[in-house]
C-alpha cells in the first residue's frame, strides 16, 4: 500500500491538469470533489424525518408511485450518509498555536451494520484524525481500515458500540442499465447543506476519465485513468463536498460512490459542462471491504486482456467489436488451468455479455477467491464455453 501512496502522490505532482486536481479525458477536465477549505460545524435543521428509520436499514416498503419510491429511498437512505471531515494539524494564522484544524472535507456511507464507512481516498488523505458527523448532530472519531487511492475508496470504522442511525446496503453494480433512476446524497459546500438530495439518471457505464501525466514505470507522459476502475457516469448534481457519498437507486440501496465531476471541456475552449458527474461501483466497494475487514480476497483470472471497442477491432481487423482480447496469462494461474488461451476473446460471463456498458474488468470484482465463473469464449471463430476457478487476487 505504501508503495501505491508514494506513486500515487508522485503521479500527482506532475498531472498536467489546468487547475487544481483534476482528470481529463479527450480535453475534459474532471475535478474531484474534496472540500479544501474548513467549514464551521452547523447541525441539522430538521431531523424529524429518522424516526421512521432502524439502525438495521429496514427494508422498503412497495410504493404506488415513483414520488413515493423517491421518498422511500431517501427516507431509508439518508440517515446513513455522514459528513467525513479530514483534520490535520496546522495553523489558523501564522502567530497562532499549533492545533488540529478542518483541513477538508467530504461524505460518506454507513453500509455495514458493523459501523464500517465508505468515502474516497481523497477525502481522508493525510489526515492527522478523520471525524464523522451524523445527521442528528453527533460528532465521533473514526478510524481508517484501509484505502486505495487507484479505486479512491476508504473505509472508515466508526467507535464500537456507537448507535447507528441507519445502514444503507450496497447494490450488485453489475445489474445497472443507462436510464434507470438514482438519488445522489452528500455535504457539499460542508456542514452547510449536510445531507443534500439530488437526482438524476445512471447517464452511462463503463466510463474511463483520463489525464495526461507522468507514468513511472516506463518514464513517459501518456494518458492515464484517474480512476483505475470503470465508472458509472451520473447527472445527478454533485459538488463540492459530494466526495465519498452514495449514489442510490429506488431500493435506498448503494450503486456507487461520487468521486469526481467534469466541469470544462478544454477542446472547445474551456466550455461549460453541467451534469457530467461520475461514481465508483459499489461492486469494487464491497470487494475492498470482504478483503480489508474480513480477509476475503476478491478473484483473479491470472490474465492481461484489452476490452474490444469498435474501433479497436476496425484497427485490428476483428470481426467481433465487444469483449475482451486476452493478450497474457500468468503461469499456474486460474486462466491457464481453465484453457483459456493468448487470443481468446472472452465475451460473456456467467451468461452476461461483455459490451459498451459492461467490462470484464468491472464484472469480476463480484467473485471471490475459490468461487466459479462461466466464461463464454471466441476461440478464432470456435465458440468455447470454460469453466474456471478463480485465483486469489495478489494485493500491493
Known amino acids: ?155 472508515l470504522r466508526l467507535p464500537e458500540g456507537e448507535k447507528l442511525p441507519a445502514v444503507a446496503p450496497l447494490a450488485d453494480s453489475s445489474q445497472l442499465e443507462p436510464g434507470m433512476r438514482v438519488l445522489a446524497i452528500g455535504s457539499p459546500l460542508g456542514t452547510d447543506y449536510q445531507n443534500t438530495v439530488t ?38 448534481a454533485i459538488n463540492v463536498g459530494n466526495s465519498g457519498g452514495p449514489l442510490i437507486d429506488l431500493k ?41 475487514i474480513d480477509g476475503r480476497p476478491r478473484g483473479d483470472l491470472g490474465l492481461e486482456a484489452v476490452e474490444l471497442d469498435p474501433s479497436f477491432a476496425r484497427e485490428h481487423g476483428l470481426s467481433r467489436a465487444a469483449g475482451a482480447v486476452v493478450q497474457r496469462l500468468t503461469a499456474g494461474g486460474a486462466g491457464e488451468q481453465g484453457d483459456l488461451k493468448v487470443g481468446d476473446i472472452i465475451v460473456a460471463v456467467d451468461g452476461q455479455p461483455l459490451n459498451i456498458d459492461r467490462a470484464l474488468s468491472d464484472l469480476l470484482w463480484r467473485y471471490r477467491a475459490g468461487e466459479r465463473m462461466r466464461l463464454d469464449v471466441d476461440r478464432y471463430g470456435q465458440m468455447v464455453e470454460l469453466e474456471i476457478t478463480l485465483g486469489a487476487w495478489a494485493e500491493e
Not at 464507512?117 to 464523522?132: F, K
Not at 507514468?215 to 480512476?227: A, G, H, I
Open 252 to 292: 435506498g440501496e448503494v450503486v456507487g460512490l461520487n468521486t469526481l465531476v467534469v466541469r470544462r471541456d478544454q477542446n472547445a475552449g474551456s466550455a461549460a459542462i453541467e451534469g457530467f458527474g461520475f461514481s465508483v461501483p459499489s461492486n469494487l466497494i464491497q470487494a475492498l471491504a470482504d478483503s480489508w
Open 199 to 236: 437526482t438524476g439518471i445512471i447517464a452511462g457505464l463503463n466510463r474511463r476519465v483520463k489525464q495526461q501525466g507522468f507514468d513511472l514505470r516506463t518514464f513517459e507522459y501518456r494518458s492515464l485513468d484517474v480512476v483505475d476502475v470503470p465508472l458509472i457516469q451520473t447527472d445527478a
Open 1 to 155: 500500500m505504501n508503495r501505491f501512496l508514494t506513486t500515487a502522490l508522485a503521479f500527482a505532482l506532475l498531472l498536467s491538469a489546468a487547475v487544481g486536481v483534476g482528470a481529463a479525458s479527450g480535453g475534459l477536465t474532471a475535478w474531484w470533489l474534496l472540500e479544501r477549505r474548513g467549514a464551521a460545524e452547523t447541525p441539522p435543521a430538521d431531523a424529524t424525518d429518522l424516526a421512521a428509520t432502524g439502525a438495521g436499514g429496514a427494508l422498503l416498503a412497495t410504493s404506488t408511485t415513483e414520488d413515493d419510491a423517491f421518498l422511500d429511498a431517501v427516507r431509508a437512505t439518508r440517515p446513513a450518509v455522514v459528513t467525513v471531515l479530514n483534520l490535520r494539524f496546522g495553523r489558523s494564522s501564522p502567530f497562532a498555536p499549533v492545533k488540529l484544524i478542518t483541513a477538508g472535507s467530504g461524505s460518506g456511507v454507513i453500509f455495514d451494520a458493523r459501523g464500517y464507512v465508505a468515502t474516497n481516498a481523497h477525502v481522508v488523505h493525510e489526515a492527522s484524525q478523520i471525524e464523522v458527523l451524523f445527521i442528528d448532530g453527533r460528532r465521533v472519531q473514526a478510524t481508517l481500515v484501509n484505502e486505495d487511492p487507484r479505486y479512491d475508496v476508504a473505509i
